[in-house]
Every structure is written in structure tokens, then in C-alpha cells.
């Protein structure tokens, strides 16, 4: 077995589900209409990325990421975006969220 079958056997095996009902989806749809209420009529759409979005999540060590695409004419910076939304989530009882480089965890 080579390198790369062992590791699709491993994702295959602890393959996390992500469809509706899954818990990835649930934490999604919790924080939508946080993200709504942030972006309000800026919201382009919001989806998942990341391991999720590619079926490669693994149960009981995968965090869900969400790309959030706003419309064109936003008159804040791209600094002052990424502090309101995590200002927004602190506020709305995410106590835990913390600054990372280019995403809020």
C-alpha cells in the first residue's frame, strides 16, 4: 500500500459526515444569522470551505470553516471587516473566538 492509499483508507475510515444534521451543518446554521446581522445587506453569500467542503473532515478533530464573500462596495477596510465580525461574535456569546491571522476560530 503506498503512502497516499494509506491516507485515503484513514480519511475514508474516520471520515466525518457533513450534510444536513451532521454537526459541522449545525454550527453553520448557528452562526448564520450572526453573520447576517454583521454583514447585513453586504452578504453575498456564506458557504463551507475547508476540509468540510472537500469531504475530507475528520471526526472529533475538524473545526467547519465558512467563507464569507460580501458584495462589492463595502465602505469598511478589510481590517476594520475582520474586527467587527469578531467584535460581532464576541458580543453575540462566542466568548471563546480569538484573532488568527486571517480568520476568527
Not at 21 to 35: K, M
Not at 89 to 99: D, L
Amino acid at each position: 500500500m503506498t503512502a497516499d492509499e494509506y491516507l485515503q483508507s484513514l480519511i475514508s475510515k474516520y471520515r466525518a459526515s457533513t450534510g444536513q444534521g451532521s454537526p459541522a451543518y449545525s454550527a453553520g446554521n448557528a452562526i448564520y444569522p450572526i453573520i447576517q446581522q454583521w454583514a447585513r445587506a453586504q452578504l453575498r453569500e456564506v458557504r463551507f470551505s475547508g476540509s468540510n467542503a472537500k469531504g475530507t473532515a475528520i471526526r472529533g478533530t475538524t473545526d467547519v470553516d465558512l467563507f464569507i464573500s460580501l458584495k462589492d462596495g463595502t465602505q469598511e477596510t478589510l481590517k476594520q471587516l475582520f474586527d467587527m465580525l469578531f467584535n460581532k461574535m464576541r458580543n453575540s456569546g462566542y466568548s471563546g473566538a480569538r484573532k488568527q491571522n486571517v480568520s476568527i476560530h
